[in-house]
């Protein structure tokens, strides 16, 4: 007997329960190909009478992954069930994780690339025109894939933060950082550039099917080498000179601009 393939909802929460990459990413973007049908699988998901019941093990994940993803789905569909799920008796672990993806409401897109791949800029980013610009600019890039991309993120870049992006390993995503206060001079230039190189990074991660969420050398390199490929077309000239004279550089320049940050968080 053939059995039947499992819907891609199941095969969703199987893979967050048991923190399969390749499950979630995979039932994710099937998901999102099923339309209406997927819209109804998920919130029938979250009619269930299980949210009100103390989360026990995998469940305490679910019922955000649910409405991350009607989120992703229908937008409309997901401010709907927010405010029936405001009405409903719910644990109140799910309430807190109910609270903080309602804002999500009035989270909208700053733009789009590529094939529709919602852009969203952080409201503490002073200069939100820039940042969408340049997003725009480098999505054009000659060669640049972002199939299956499913939204980017751009946060403002704080001191703490040990990265200058990331690839969301389970939903394709991307997140950028970019200072909050506007730089200026030589500041905006390499803070452009050194976003642009971490953009295509982030990408070649997506591209290469890489699925390790830590620092493994051998796709380091690899998404490296997809960044360096796109600066070429994207910056030919610059990437000629850069490579002579400016890349030799890049540790330095990176301290520089480091201590320019700390001394603006500083004076705020």
């Known amino acids: 007997m053939i059995k039947k393939p499992r819907p891609a909802i199941e095969r969703l ?23 209406a049908t997927s819209i109804r699988q998920v919130e029938d998901k979250l009619a269930s009478t299980a949210w009100a019941e103390n989360p026990r093990g995998p469940l305490a994940k679910y019922f955000g992954v649910l409405l991350a993803i009607l989120d992703e789905l229908d937008s409309s569909a997901f401010e709907k069930e927010i405010k029936r799920l405001q009405k409903c008796n719910l644990h109140p672990m799910h309430i807190k994780t109910l609270d903080i993806l309602s804002q999500r409401i009035f989270d909208d897109p700053a733009t789009y690339v590529g094939d529709r791949v919602p852009v969203f800029v952080a409201p503490d980013i002073a200069d939100r025109s820039v940042v969408i610009r340049n997003v725009e600019t480098w999505s054009t890039t000659k060669h640049l894939s ?50 642009e190189f971490t953009f295509y990074h982030e990408v070649g991660h997506h591209v290469s099917g890489h699925i390790e969420g830590g620092q493994v050398a051998e796709q380091e390199k690899e998404a490296d080498e997809y960044a360096r490929l796109m600066m070429r077309d994207s910056r030919p000239v610059m990437m000629l000179i850069g490579r002579m004279l400016l890349w030799p550089l890049r540790p330095l320049l990176k301290r520089v601009i480091a201590s320019s940050d700390r001394a603006r968080v500083d004076a705020t």
Not at 26 to 31: F, G, K, P, V, Y
Not at 160 to 176: A, M, P, R, T
Not at 178 to 194: A, H, M, Q, V
């Open 13 to 35: 929460l199987r893979g967050v329960s048991t923190d399969h990459v390749e499950t979630v990413r995979d039932a994710w973007r099937d998901i999102l190909q099923g339309g």
């Open 146 to 195: 972002l199939d299956n991309v499913t939204r980017i993120d751009v946060v403002a870049r704080q001191p703490g933060l040990d990265y200058l992006g990331k690839y969301n390993l389970f939903f394709s995503g991307i997140i950028l950082t970019w200072p909050s206060s506007t730089p200026k001079g030589i500041e905006l230039w390499w803070y452009r550039f050194d976003a």
